[in-house]
């Protein structure tokens, strides 16, 4: 039976392609005597028409992936493409690496267990880029014996 004009106008009703209309096999012979589109919207009414749902992507394999990633999975030299400047900007370094040195320096200061001079000079040196981290600015002050008793 040839169902072509009833799966046009289905699918023009039921706003979707002629792929996602679905004819009832057990009630084709009521399909194929739907001629007008008022026959074709009663057919749908009746359920022996009707829209396939759209299929969906999974997002299943993606979130796996990502989760393995957080755990710093598939991170080796085999998955990057850019430079080490361009997976995270050299700004974004420094600001990582800075803001904890000072916070530190602040925070000494204000606790006096460094003066204000001292602070300076090591707010200047952090600034620049003599310290890789706040516990290498630490050591330099134990080293160097500017901190004072109670750290």
């Known amino acids: 039976m040839d169902l072509k004009n009833q799966k046009r106008m289905a699918s023009e009703i039921l706003k979707c392609g002629e792929s996602r209309v679905w004819i009832d096999p057990n009630r084709i012979e009521d399909a194929a005597d ?7 919207r009663t057919a749908i009414a009746s359920g022996t028409i009707r829209a396939i749902p759209k299929q969906g992507i999974s ?10 990633r ?6 080796g030299p085999g998955s990057r493409k ?4 361009a997976r995270t900007p050299k700004k ?4 990582q690496t800075i803001r904890p ?10 606790e006096g267990k460094i003066t204000r001079t001292v602070y300076r000079q090591f707010y200047m040196r952090a600034k620049g880029g003599q ?4 516990k290498n600015m630490i050591s ?3 080293m160097g014996g500017f901190l004072k008793e109670g750290n």
Do not use: N, P
């Open 101 to 110: 040195i000072r916070q530190e320096l602040k925070k000494l200061r204000d």
């Open 34 to 40: 739907a001629i007008t589109r008022a026959d074709i």
């Open 140 to 142: 330099h002050l134990q």
């Open 92 to 95: 974004a370094d420094w600001i």
């Open 82 to 85: 850019g430079t080490s400047g």
């Open 131 to 134: 310290f890789k981290s706040r």
């Open 59 to 68: 997002r299943g394999r993606t979130r796996y992936r990502l989760e393995q």
């Open 70 to 75: 957080r755990k710093g999975r598939r991170r």
